[in-house]
């Protein structure tokens, strides 16, 4: 028996078979269930924007050889601490800025918190650099603790920074940072109503959308340039970049630096999106969310291509959004959307870490 | 000789064997006496692995369709076809590679998975696996088997941290606590050792051979074997050369016979000679150069490389051979001063050597020379552009990949080279091995070298491409006065395009030779016979 299917479904890969048709059962779900489907739909184009930098944060990790980067919160915590100090500066209601237009101000915020993020990421990713290579063979799952360590070390640290805005700090005089920051008086939700319009009841986010494929632009350009053709050649092959004269623990710091630069973007985009930073045990999962988006795209430990991410992301997603309202109707008052989340982003990093041939690595 | 009045203990006659349709051996016959040393001579390659791993059943003779020939042990037809079958016949072996556990003492790693016990209760409720160990006993007997081979250690020590060559009296030890033992293999025993300690092996082997038990000498070593053995079988490959009684013969005539072979034109002189070559002219100057490669170190080599010769460096495997030219493109830690063209390179600079104009192709396609995933294109111009910053296109203040100009000259190469492919997007992985080294190949050239190392060029590519190969490597030098220097352990290809042939051996130059020399003169050099850096005019 011939399958005429066969070689495309090797070539899309099974996983992604499954998920893009649940996928299109959940649509067709949420249809029978006569729900607001351009409301859902919209909700997953949100998503798709929120999320995906921090999924595009794994690409310059997995080229540059160290694989999938699940301690991307060493950056996440970089780019909260540049939207802390944003909102402690209030830089979003300085008359200055305001009267030109309220959203260019909250704008302004947002950017400076990036720089602030990506200066602080740098510093954070050349160390973190610095780590992995000198762990090389197991970083998975050096930065799976690493990952989960600093997220310990700054619940300490977000009970002792000086920071003291009302919006910040406990209520009452309390001491230390809250666990969910509204940034409702910053810039909450200002890349998604930039530009946005609408087309009947689906919402589009341009801006927010924009952004993310500004970032993916220049990621793709970075991974054709001299640095980043020779960074993915010392990813795919240490040996090989070696006798090309090039030094592969710097390109290595490259891409960690970058990967966590990113995620530093990431946290920004997502928290305004959200309209609110979380803070404490808030990203300790992220690192998880991005890999398990990055791999139903269709990348491996060892190769990650922009498109992935872009198809990735919005799968993923896209069945996170779709899940929750649809599995309502089947069962009202559950949290089988939760479990899905868990079974669909563990169960792929497992799939995807089986595919990995091992015994290669040398150098 | 007359067969009825000889008694053998291993007979080993028309052994034939192939590999996915290679024949690595064709129709050998391995005759051992009991109680003698005898020594398995030939080339890399000729063909003596793939008859000891017939001798011990190994899986990989059999999950690849067995073998042809017959064995005969003590007179009696068998069919070893797993390893244990080999150890009750009494056939041992002792590793190359030690196979001991660090963290156990010497007397567990002899007696391991043969141990002595005792029965107690638990033994008798739960069975033999819970039996205690007697540890007396086991002492005894791997005191008895290290005062066999005159080791002078506690048996109570651990393995990790003692020296190398306690180690493989430790292995031989094992083998010789077996009872029942007949045959002894040693598998190039004495490469790992110092000179002392592979005078004392060969001690520990007469000794071995005098109290009745075969001893199967695996060596590249000559003097090694005037000295131990007693008869010899040698191999050229995958045919039976000779046997002879040890006696008889001489180091020149086994040198003969473990090289001689007919010289086949492997390159077509169509391309007229005009290249003039200067003693005093040195493209490459190696003066005490050291490089610490696993497995190929050189030890301290003095060698100049005139500039547009094509020089060819030659050696068993295992010699140093490769290690000259890794060490030189800084893939491993090498010392010592490299003059190129008359400028000192820095060693510890990665890439110093790409920048002084050489390239390299290595002898590691697959590890090494190749992104295997990437296309054809990306392997091609990939150094060029990281060294030279070809086919880079500015894009503001970055350097972008300019794919036009690279498509372009990728589709030269693979033109100029008959690099068969489905077009230059087609992932390098996917090529034959002949083709993958022209694509290596490609990529050296898109480098625009003064000198050009080129690491076994041939191996593992068919006749064809191999004269395809070597006759550009030949027209390069003719027509562009690039130098070239071949690193192969085909001593046939090196004698058939190289201008002169250095001899690796040891980690150190044995002589610089001409192609036209003897077979003798280089069967000698490889063997170890000579030592120095003599040139042979």
């Not at chain 2, 090694?224 to 079988?233: G, I």
């Amino acid at each position: 028996m011939r399958n005429p299917f066969k070689p495309l479904i090797a070539k899309f890969g099974l996983p992604r078979v499954i998920i893009v048709s649940f996928f299109l059962f959940l649509v067709a779900a949420a249809g029978g269930f006569h729900m607001n489907l351009m409301q859902l739909l919209s909700d997953c184009l949100r998503r798709w924007g929120m999320f995906g930098i921090l999924a595009l944060a794994m690409v310059p990790a997995v080229q540059c050889g160290i694989g999938l980067n699940f301690g991307i919160s060493m950056g996440i915590v970089g780019g909260l601490l540049g939207g802390l100090i944003v909102i402690q500066l209030q830089i979003a209601q300085k008359p200055a800025l305001v009267a030109i237009h309220p959203l260019f101000a909250m704008w302004v915020a947002i950017l400076v918190a990036i720089l602030i993020g990506v200066a602080l990421a740098t510093v954070i990713g050349y160390l973190y650099g610095q780590l992995l290579n000198r762990v090389k063979g197991s970083e998975m799952t050096v930065t799976t603790y690493v990952g989960f360590s600093i997220i310990a070390f700054m619940n300490m640290w977000w009970m002792l920074l000086p920071f003291s805005d009302g919006e910040l700090i406990w209520p009452n005089a309390g001491k230390g940072l809250r666990n969910t920051i509204s940034l409702a008086s910053s810039y909450s939700n200002v890349m998604n109503k930039t530009l946005a319009f609408n087309i009947g009841n689906l919402t589009i986010p341009t801006g927010l959308l924009l952004f993310f494929f500004f970032m993916c632009f220049l990621v793709w350009l970075f991974m054709r340039s001299k640095t980043g053709i020779a960074m993915s050649a010392a990813g795919a092959n240490p040996m090989f970049a070696k006798a090309a004269g090039i030094n592969v623990n710097k390109m290595r710091l490259i891409g960690t630096t970058l990967s966590t630069v990113l995620a530093a973007v990431g946290i920004l985009v997502y928290a305004q999106g959200f309209g609110f930073m979380q803070l404490y045990n808030g990203p300790m999962m992220m690192g998880f969310t991005s890999v398990a988006a990055v791999l139903i795209g269709g990348a491996s430990p060892k190769r990650a291509r922009i498109p992935h991410v872009l198809i990735g992301t919005f799968l993923f997603q896209g069945i996170l959004a779709l899940g929750l309202p649809v599995a309502n109707q089947f069962i009202p008052e559950s949290n089988l959307s939760e479990v899905a989340r868990l079974i669909i982003s563990n169960g792929i990093i497992i799939y995807a870490l089986s595919q990995v041939k091992g015994g290669n690595g040398r150098e | 000789m007359d067969k009825t009045k000889e008694t053998y203990v291993l007979k080993m006659d028309n052994i034939a064997k192939e590999y996915y349709g290679n024949r690595v051996l064709k129709g050998v016959k391995l005759h051992i006496r009991p109680g003698e040393i005898h020594a398995l001579m030939g080339e890399n390659g000729a063909g003596k692995s793939t008859l000891m791993n017939i001798l011990f059943g190994m899986p990989v003779i059999h999950s690849t369709g067995g073998f042809e020939g017959t064995v005969e042990v003590n007179g009696e037809p068998v069919q070893i076809d797993t390893p244990l079958k080999a150890m009750e016949m009494g056939i041992g072996m002792v590793h190359q590679e030690f196979m001991l556990i660090p963290g156990f003492t010497v007397t567990e790693n002899i007696k391991v998975g043969r141990e002595i016990s005792t029965p107690n209760l638990a033994s008798r409720l739960f069975g033999r696996s819970m039996e205690s160990l007697d540890f007396k006993q086991m002492r005894r007997d791997a005191r008895k088997a290290l005062k066999t081979i005159g080791l002078q250690i506690e048996e109570y020590v651990k393995i990790a941290g003692l020296p190398v060559g306690y180690m493989q009296f430790i292995e031989i030890a094992r083998e010789l606590d077996k009872t029942g033992i007949r045959i002894l293999v040693f598998d190039e025993p004495t490469a790992v050792l110092t000179e002392s300690e592979a005078e004392r092996l060969l001690e520990a082997m007469r000794v071995i051979s005098s109290q009745g038990i075969a001893i199967i000498f695996i060596t590249h070593r000559l003097d090694e074997v005037m000295a131990v053995a007693d008869s010899m079988t040698i191999l050229r490959d995958g045919e039976f050369v000779a046997r002879k009684e040890i006696k008889d013969t001489n180091v020149v005539e086994i040198a003969e016979l473990m090289i001689g072979r007919k010289m086949e034109k492997l390159v077509d002189d169509g391309i007229p000679d005009t290249r003039t070559i200067k003693d005093d002219d040195i493209a490459i100057s190696l003066r005490n150069y050291k490089v610490d490669m696993p497995g190929e170190k050189v030890t301290g080599i003095d060698l100049d490389i005139r500039k547009g010769e094509i020089f060819g460096i030659g050696g068993l495997a295992g010699q140093g051979k490769l290690g000259i030219p890794n060490g030189i493109m800084g893939l491993y830690k090498a010392e010592g001063q490299v003059k190129i063209n008359g400028q000192t390179l820095n060693l510890d600079k990665l890439g110093d050597a790409l920048d002084h104009k050489v390239a390299f192709v290595s002898e590691d396609r697959r590890g090494v020379g190749l992104l295997l995933d990437e296309s054809i294109e990306q392997n091609i111009i990939f150094s060029a552009m990281q060294t030279n910053g070809k086919f880079l296109k500015k894009f503001a203040w970055i350097n972008l990949y300019d794919a036009a100009a690279a498509q372009k000259h990728a589709e030269e190469m693979v033109k100029t080279l008959d690099i068969r492919c489905t077009g230059i997007r087609q992932p390098a992985g996917a090529l034959s091995g002949g083709n993958q080294q022209k694509v290596c190949l490609a990529r050296a050239l898109t480098l625009e070298p003064d000198v050009l190392f080129v690491s076994e060029p041939t191996r593992g590519i068919d006749i064809g491409a191999k004269k395809l190969v070597l006759e550009y490597l030949a027209k390069l030098n003719r027509e562009q006065g690039m130098t070239v220097v071949i690193v192969s352990s085909e001593l046939m290809e090196l004698r058939s395009v190289s201008d002169r042939i250095a001899i690796i051996s040891d980690g150190k130059l044995a002589c610089i030779l001409k192609p036209d020399d003897s077979d003798a003169a280089f069967g000698l050099a490889m063997s170890g016979a000579w030592k120095g850096g003599q040139e042979n005019a």
